[in-house]
C-alpha cells in the first residue's frame, strides 16, 4: 500500500472528483490511510530527528490553534482544507521509510516517465484535448479554471501535466532530478530508465513555466552537478558522464532543431521576468497585505502573530507572507526552518546532498508562491526527504553488517 501510495502522489496526484465543493482524491485518501495505520511508526519517524520533531511539534500545535479559532469564526471549508493539508502533509513521509530505497527510486522513475511524456502531449496536442477527468485532473473542476496562463492564441504558459499545475509540476521535477542523479539503479533496464526520466525532468521543468522554480533550479545547478560528480565511484565516473554527456547533448539538439520549447522557456523566464518588476503583482499583494496590519488594533495585531488572520481580514497574497497571514509567526518559523533543517540534515550525507539542493529549490518556491497550500507538493517534499535519509540508514546498516562478517 505505501508503494501504491507513493506512485499515486507523485504520477497521479489529482485523480478523483470533487464532492460537495472540494476535491477528494486518491491520494488525499491514501495519504489519511498511510499517516493513520501505525500511528506509532510515524511519531517514532519524527522521534528519530530532535530538530525535525519540535518544528513538526510547533507547527502542529499552533496550526490546530489557528484552525479552531478560525472556524469558530466563521471560516471557508475550502480554506480550512489547505490549512489541513499543510499540517497534516509532513507527516506522509512515513510511507516513503517503509518500503526500500530501491523500490521508491524505481516508482520516481516511472512517475518522472509518465508525467513528463504526458506534459509533452498537453504541449504538442493540447492540455484541453488531451486531459482526463477523474484520472490526470479532479472530476468536476473545470481545466480551463487551473493557472495555465492561456495566451490569446490559445497556447499555455505553463504545462500542467497530471498536476494541474505547473508551479507543482516544476516542483515534482526538481525534487525528482535531485534525488535520481544520486540513486543507484540495480540493473541495465532500471539505469536506462533512469537517464530517460532524468532528461524528461529536466523538459518538464521547462514546459512547467514556472519560475518560483526554474530560477532557484538554474542558479543551484552547478551546485548539483557537481555533487552528483562528487558521489560518484571513481570507476564510474568516466561511464556516467560520457554517457549522461550524450544522452543530453541529443536531447539539446532535439529542443534546439524543435525551438518553441526553448523559446517559450526563454520568453517565459527572462523577457516575462524582466518585464514584471512586480513578480506577477506578488510585490503589491504584500505592500497591501502588510499595510492591513498597520491598520489592526492590539488585540488584532496579537491574534495575527500568534495564530494568524480573522477570515474577515482581507489579507492576499503568496508565499512566505502568505504562510505568516494563514498561521501566525510561530507556525511560519516552524514550517520554513523545518525545510531548512531538512535540508541541513540530508546535505550532511554525502549520499543525499543532491535532494539537499532540490529541497531548497522547493523551499525559494514557497517563499515566492503558495503550492504549499495544495496537494502534493509537501507531501512531496516529505516523501523524498524520508526516502533519502532513510536510504543513508540502510547504506549505514549495510556497512554495518559487512564489517561484523569480516
Excluded at 503558495?370 to 526516502?387: G, K, S
Aim: net charge positive.
Amino acid at each position: 500500500m505505501d508503494a501504491l501510495y507513493v506512485f499515486i502522489t507523485t504520477a497521479l496526484p489529482k485523480a478523483g472528483a470533487q464532492v460537495a465543493g472540494l476535491p477528494l482524491t486518491l491520494n488525499l485518501l491514501l495519504t489519511a490511510y498511510v499517516i493513520l495505520r501505525h500511528p506509532n511508526q510515524t511519531l517514532l519517524m519524527m522521534q528519530r530527528f530532535r530538530g525535525l520533531a519540535v518544528a513538526y511539534g510547533t507547527l502542529f500545535v499552533f496550526g490546530v490553534l489557528s484552525m479552531l479559532m478560525a472556524v469558530a469564526q466563521g471560516m471557508d471549508a475550502f480554506r480550512l482544507s489547505q490549512m489541513i493539508i499543510v499540517v497534516g502533509s509532513p507527516l506522509a513521509g512515513i510511507a516513503a521509510t517503509r518500503i526500500t530505497s530501491q523500490r521508491f527510486s524505481q516508482i520516481i522513475i516511472c512517475s518522472l516517465i509518465i508525467v513528463n511524456v504526458y506534459g509533452l502531449v498537453q504541449y504538442f496536442a493540447g492540455i484541453e484535448d488531451t486531459s482526463v477527468a477523474g484520472l490526470t485532473y479532479t472530476l468536476g473542476q473545470s481545466i480551463d479554471d487551473k493557472p495555465n496562463g492561456f495566451k490569446a492564441d490559445g497556447t499555455a504558459e505553463k504545462i500542467i501535466s497530471t498536476y494541474q499545475s505547473g508551479n507543482s509540476l516544476g516542483i515534482f521535477n526538481a525534487l525528482g532530478i535531485s534525488f535520481m542523479l544520486t540513486s543507484a539503479q540495480s540493473s541495465r533496464f532500471w539505469r536506462i530508465g533512469q537517464y530517460f526520466a532524468l532528461g524528461l525532468g529536466l523538459v518538464g521543468i521547462m514546459l512547467s513555466g514556472s519560475r518560483s522554480i526554474q530560477i532557484p533550479f538554474l542558479l543551484f545547478l552547478i551546485i548539483l552537478i557537481v555533487q552528483f560528480i562528487k558521489q560518484l565511484p571513481p570507476r564510474r565516473r568516466g561511464m556516467t558522464l560520457s554517457v549522461g554527456g550524450v544522452i543530453l547533448a541529443l536531447g539539446i539538439a532535439y529542443l534546439l532543431a524543435q525551438r518553441t520549447i526553448i523559446n517559450q522557456f526563454i520568453d517565459r523566464l527572462v523577457n516575462q521576468t524582466l518585464a514584471d518588476p512586480t513578480a506577477s503583482g506578488r510585490t503589491n499583494q504584500w505592500s497591501h497585505s502588510f499595510e492591513v496590519i498597520s491598520h489592526m488594533d492590539g488585540g488584532q495585531v496579537l491574534r495575527q502573530l500568534l495564530f494568524g488572520r480573522s477570515p474577515h481580514t482581507d489579507v492576499g497574497g503568496e508565499g512566505l507572507p502568505k504562510f505568516f497571514f494563514m498561521f501566525g509567526i510561530a507556525s511560519t518559523i516552524a514550517f520554513y526552518g523545518g525545510l531548512l533543517y531538512v535540508v541541513w540534515r540530508c546535505w550532511q550525507r554525502r549520499s543525499s546532498r543532491t535532494i539537499a539542493i532540490g529541497i531548497l529549490c522547493v523551499f525559494c518556491a514557497f517563499c515566492v508562491d503558495q503550492t504549499f497550500n495544495y496537494p502534493p507538493n509537501v507531501m512531496n517534499v516529505a516523501l523524498f526527504a524520508a526516502a533519502a535519509l532513510n536510504r543513508s540508514r540502510e547504506t549505514s546498516r549495510r556497512c554495518l553488517s559487512v564489517s561484523v562478517s569480516k
